[in-house]
């Protein structure tokens, strides 16, 4: 038996993987995952660090008594009234050096400020267990009108009375 000659496969060029083009492809996939990677750390990092700046330090937080205040209220009749002890908190920072002489200073301007404030409520405003947070949140934002030299961060009661 006589051998057959053996044909040549047809030669089918091999392609290469890494072209130019997939290089370029690859290296602008891996500079924009990069982007997004440094770009979301510091969106991360940003937001941390407004979340940890939100608060004061409640070691440097200080409080000044406003002293015990009497005032009518709004309603028909003249009949009722509202005794209340509002205390301020601020932060002892940089920001608020001079605020703690500046509430002693200006005490009374501060307390007339509470006195319209509360003034114009009603017994129905201020008697309702809720009305505390809304009292001592109008208080807080009026009171920071006045001041100069800080912020108070808070306004507490030692005596919260209604008739």
């Known amino acids: 038996m006589a051998a057959a000659p053996q044909q ?11 072209t130019v083009k ?3 492809i690859i290296l602008i996939i891996l500079l924009f995952l990069t982007g997004l990677g440094v ?9 941390l660090a407004g979340a940890n700046k939100a608060g004061p330090d409640p070691e440097k937080l200080v409080t000044f008594s406003m002293g015990s205040l009497l005032v009518n209220l709004a309603d028909a009749g003249g009949s009722n009234f509202m005794r209340l002890t509002p205390v ?3 932060e002892a920072n940089k ?3 001079k605020l703690g002489e500046e509430l002693s200073k200006n005490k009374v301007v501060l307390q007339d400020c509470i006195i319209r404030v509360i003034r114009k409520k ?8 809720d009305s505390i947070d809304k009292v001592a949140a109008e208080l807080k934002d009026e009171i920071n009108k006045n001041l100069h030299y800080g912020q108070i961060h808070r306004v507490y009661f030692s005596e919260y009375l209604t008739q």
């Open 8 to 18: 040549a496969a047809p030669q089918v060029p091999k392609k290469k993987f890494f």
């Open 22 to 24: 997939t290089l370029l």
């Open 39 to 47: 770009g979301g750390y510091m969106y991360l990092k940003a937001s």
């Open 88 to 90: 301020l908190e601020y």
């Open 95 to 97: 920001e608020n050096k």
């Open 122 to 129: 009603k017994l129905a405003d201020v008697q309702p267990p």
